[in-house]
């Protein structure tokens, strides 16, 4: 188990489902951060939240949206996804942001099945 | 933007046995991190090394930040040691925070 908790561990769901992806940490971090990993692929950033402010991966489709209710969730809201969208979704938090000098911790990851 | 790369891409060990990995990067970076992915996903931060030397039992890592490159020793390799290593940097140049993850090496240890 890790000090990041990610809820639900796996989501199969039909392309015209709406869904989220929910995160929470306690750990007083003030940085949450969304990736997305394909098999045999690393990681790739989606979203951070800094200080709950929003930075975006341009690339990300605006089927995802991200959510920072406060400091210790992040949630993923999930619209009308492809099959392509089928993935392990990870988040992390760290104690800040850019020129944090702090290592990111990781959720065990929702893997995420598209029909 | 900024290019990781790691080698080798795929590994396998006899138990026991050492192994080095090494990752390179193209351009100044604020922080770099060692990932240990198992083979049911979780991923486990191994180093937080933007410099310099650290080690944790088996495990060492050393950073080389003017030459860009890092390496992570596993000694007597395990077992459990079997998964994906991944490097992690955060670039010096960009607009907001960013972690670039590298392709990664696949380690397998056999018995």
């Known amino acids: 188990d890790t000090e990041v908790t990610q809820t639900p561990k796996h989501l199969v769901m039909g392309m015209t489902n709406k869904k989220s992806l929910k995160c929470e940490q306690h750990?007083?971090?003030?940085?949450m951060y969304w990736y997305k990993q394909k098999a045999k692929k690393p990681p790739e950033l989606m979203f951070v939240?800094?200080?709950?402010?929003?930075?975006i991966n341009e690339s990300v489709p605006s089927r995802f949206s991200p959510e920072c209710p406060n400091s210790s969730l992040l949630n993923l809201h999930l619209h009308a996804l492809q099959p392509e969208d089928s993935a392990l979704y990870l988040c992390?938090?760290?104690?800040?942001?850019?020129?944090?000098?702090?290592?990111?911790?990781f959720g065990d990851g929702t893997r995420l099945s598209i029909l | 933007g900024i290019q990781v790369e790691q080698s080798p891409p795929d590994l396998i060990l006899q138990e026991g046995a050492n192994s080095t990995l090494r990752c390179n990067f193209s351009d100044s970076v604020n922080n770099l991190q060692w990932f240990h992915q198992n083979p049911w996903g979780q991923l486990i931060n191994l180093f937080y090394i933007p410099s310099g030397t650290k080690q944790n039992g088996r495990l060492s890592a050393t950073t080389v930040a003017t030459e860009r490159y890092s390496l992570l020793y596993i000694s007597s390799s395990q077992t459990t040691d079997s998964g994906v290593y991944f490097c992690a940097v955060e670039p010096m140049k960009t607009s907001y925070d960013k972690v670039i993850f590298g392709p990664g090496t696949s380690l397998s240890v056999i018995p």
């Open positions: 939240y800094s200080y709950e402010k929003l930075s």
């Open positions: 750990m007083g971090h003030r940085a």
């Open positions: 992390a938090s760290s104690l800040y942001g850019q020129v944090s000098n702090q290592p990111q911790h």
